[in-house]
Nanobody, 121 residues
């Protein structure tokens, strides 16, 4: 059994910061890729940031220089540090894991439940 549990969302003022966390549970040996997505009402789901097991990182242009993705492989956890938040960052944020090696096999494309981030002006 593999589960992803996202947390850390909340309500902040513009210019504030939040740190999101997403922990994968199960008998996990390795996670190849971890990502953060977000989706605002009426808008398409957007890929925010990606980090691989080898440390390769990419960001959406809309968050570059404000957000930082990182991971703790010992805890099977991915983080998203969000600084200088803007109202347009308001969305439900979802974590995603791809290439999960477990005692039972290798799995792809697991999703967390989502955590709400609201930024007031």
């Amino acid at each position: 059994q593999v589960q992803l549990m996202g947390s850390g969302g909340g309500l902040v003022q513009a210019g504030g910061s939040l740190r999101l966390s997403c922990a994968a549970s199960g008998s996990i040996f390795r996670i190849n890729v971890m990502r953060w997505y977000r989706q605002a009402p009426g808008k398409e789901r957007e890929l925010v940031a990606t980090i691989t097991s080898g440390g390769r990182i990419t960001y959406a242009d809309s968050v570059k220089d404000r957000f930082t993705i990182s991971r703790d492989n010992a805890k099977n956890t991915v983080y998203l540090q969000m600084n200088s938040l803007k109202p347009e960052d308001t969305a439900v944020y979802y974590c995603n894991a791809d290439g999960i090696s477990t005692a039972w096999g290798t799995f792809k494309d697991y999703w967390g439940q989502g955590t709400q981030v609201t930024v007031s002006s």
